[in-house]
């Protein structure tokens, strides 16, 4: 629960820091950028669970090792984010004074303001009529239906497909360099051409309805399709880095776009836990 509660605010706060330093036709790759860490993580996760099924050790259990060592990883990141990510620029102790002025003005062409920390209802009420932001919270529970599945077992339905859990681990792999490639390639398209839209219906379509399609309908023992149709169902992850850039583009005044953070990450409402947890199921056996 706690897990829960603390990686819940990661993605809402990088959205409202990418938008207070990057234009709008920056944003989608920047956050790109940062969803990156969605596939590195499972590379790593995939290869921490592999090296972990050869330990035997008595005092821990692997999947605890697992938790105290990314845990600890994570404590020491977040103190180091403290000290050097500054909360907005005009509190960025690296930049001059002129520098402060300039990382301001050149966002004046968003509309969508740095920072207020006033609360107010009425934006509150403006978001939750928005058709805009109901739209894109319907695509987010739409699209994470599938990917909750995908992302929190991936590693069950590999294994499903007949292979070993050393093996299921290692292949894994290939799941965190799909997310990768697709999320750093629709993030350049989506801000190169302004077309985010474009972006997110290929990958909800490609993963969704092609990887999907692949590992339901095809023959039971050919591995190989079944493997690639799970490996594109990794796109639909991808099409959160676009979602994230709608939200914090296209919403002006810091109490809406907290607000559409706030829904945005709600509609997502899947598992954190997910890419620690199938490893741990991979390691038990």
Request: glycine residues 12%; hydrophobic residues 50%.
């Amino acid at each position: 629960m706690l897990l829960g509660c603390f990686v819940a605010v990661v993605a809402p706060a990088l959205i409202l820091v990418t938008g207070m330093w990057y234009k709008r036709s920056e944003q989608p790759l920047r956050m790109g950028i940062w969803y990156l860490s969605t596939g590195i993580g499972q590379i790593v996760g995939a290869l921490a669970s592999y090296g972990f099924q050869f330990y035997d050790g008595q005092t821990f259990k692997s999947w605890q090792i697992m938790f105290l060592l990314f845990g600890l990883i994570t404590i020491a990141i977040g103190l180091v984010t403290v000290w050097i990510l500054p909360a907005n620029p005009m509190t960025a102790t690296f930049l001059s004074h002129e520098e402060k002025v300039w990382a301001i003005e050149r966002l004046r062409e968003n509309k969508t303001g740095i920072e207020n920390k006033h609360f107010k209802l009425y934006q509150v009420l403006e978001c939750l009529r928005d058709p805009q932001a109901i739209l894109l919270c319907l695509i987010n529970i739409l699209s994470n239906i599938p990917n909750g599945a995908v992302s929190s077992y991936q590693a069950a339905i590999i294994e499903g497909f007949g292979f070993s859990s050393k093996e299921t681990a290692l292949l894994s792999i290939g799941s965190g360099a799909v997310a990768i490639v697709s999320t750093l390639g629709v993030a350049w398209f989506g801000g190169r051409f302004n077309a985010s839209g474009v972006g997110i219906i290929f990958l909800l379509a490609g993963g969704g309805i092609l990887g999907g399609g692949l590992i339901a309908f095809s023959p039971k023992d050919s591995q190989g399709v079944q493997l690639a149709g799970n490996f594109l169902t990794n796109f639909i992850g991808s099409a959160m880095t676009l979602l994230y850039s709608y939200s914090s583009s296209n919403f002006a005044g810091n109490t809406k776009k907290v607000t559409m953070n706030a829904m945005l990450l709600v509609a997502f409402g899947k598992d954190t836990k997910g890419c620690l947890l199938r490893e741990e199921k991979l390691i038990d056996k």
